[in-house]
């Protein structure tokens, strides 16, 4: 126990936590600003399980990392686009399209990777390239501060950036400002000539680039190939810490630092004599847990809402 608590309290601890939460970030800042345009996107498991095969492809067959980043971006990007089209323009229902998308995305991932490589289970066949390690001079040599910034995948460090980026598109910029429009009351935006349809697709394309980036990690940084279903379900969980942020950036990404490191928790209590799979069961249950606070924070902020407007009609 002793050490377990060492582990915990350890800088190696920290930098765990920036290393398991980079691809839930990714996932979080995608599923924020298409939740912002006011669609109800589930499919970002799938954005990361093509993007995550589609890099590993394009950069193990042209031996250039670029082309590799190009691939997963535009296979992530084509999910996205698909289920535009077919909630937007089709208006299927957006959990059901979703769904869809996920099992195409298990199911479809396997399929090309056993065509590719004759393996159903994982690429380490093929000779992929993968995203650098960054060592940051300086802050490397400062004690404790460089072991736990330092060091890192450089999407660890794009992930955060990406908070900041999300944060000035959504709140700085005209485009976020029609996205936000759209979310709130699409038919008010209609009636200033914003056009809706086309900013819920700009928000999803949006989406989709983020979360690409969140599956290229897990084959070409966590690691350095791609497995049978590797997100695990990484893209809903960036979902429920977009809920848990209450749809802010900042918050957000606090709350995906906080279910990455229930994940690294686990790693730490699989050296007890615990079953495996109860830990690897441990980030899901945070996130159930997670979801109950904002479900009762939700109900409570609503039926404060509603004896406010009780008040008012009173006194009138």
């Known amino acids: 126990m002793e050490n377990i ?5 350890s800088p190696q601890f920290i930098y765990t936590i920036l290393r398991v939460s980079t691809p839930l970030v990714f996932a979080a800042m995608a599923a924020l600003v298409v939740r912002k345009s006011g669609i109800m996107c589930i ?6 399980l093509f993007s995550a095969l589609g ?3 394009g950069s193990a067959y042209t031996q250039n990392l670029y082309v590799g980043i190009v691939v997963g971006i535009l296979s992530g990007v084509l999910i996205a686009v698909i289920f535009a089209y077919f909630v937007l323009v089709l208006k299927s229902h957006p959990v059901l399209t979703g769904l869809a998308l996920n099992i195409l995305g298990s199911g479809g991932t396997v399929f090309a990777m056993f065509v590719l490589t004759g393996n159903k289970g994982t690429t380490s066949s093929l000779r992929s390239l993968r995203f650098p390690i960054i060592n ?3 802050i490397e040599d400062i004690p404790l501060i460089g072991q736990i910034f330092s060091g890192h995948n450089i999407l660890t460090y794009i992930s955060l950036l990406t908070v900041l980026a999300v944060y000035i598109l959504i709140y700085k910029t005209t485009l ?4 936000r429009s759209v979310g709130e009351n699409p038919h008010a935006a209609e009636s200033v000539g914003i056009k809706v349809v086309r900013t819920k697709v700009i928000a999803l394309i949006i989406g989709g680039l983020i979360a690409s980036f969140g599956g290229m990690y897990m084959s070409m940084g966590y690691l350095p190939f791609f497995t049978r279903d590797m997100v695990s379900g990484r ?3 960036g979902i429920a810490a977009q ?6 950036p900042i918050y957000t990404l606090i709350a995906a630092l906080f279910f990455g490191s229930a994940d690294a928790i686990s790693n730490v209590f699989q050296t007890l004599r615990i079953p495996a799979e109860f830990m690897q069961m441990l980030p899901y249950v945070v996130t159930i847990i997670g979801l109950m606070f904002v479900g009762t924070t939700n109900k409570d902020s609503k039926e404060k809402v509603k004896k406010i407007k009780e008040i008012k009609g009173e006194s009138i």
């Open 5 to 9: 608590i060492a582990n915990i309290l």
């Open 43 to 48: 499919a970002f498991e799938a954005m990361m």
């Open 55 to 57: 890099g590993v492809i």
């Open 136 to 138: 940051i001079p300086l």
């Open 176 to 179: 976020g400002l029609r996205i």
């Open 235 to 237: 893209g809903f969980i």
């Open 243 to 248: 809920n848990l942020g209450g749809g802010v």
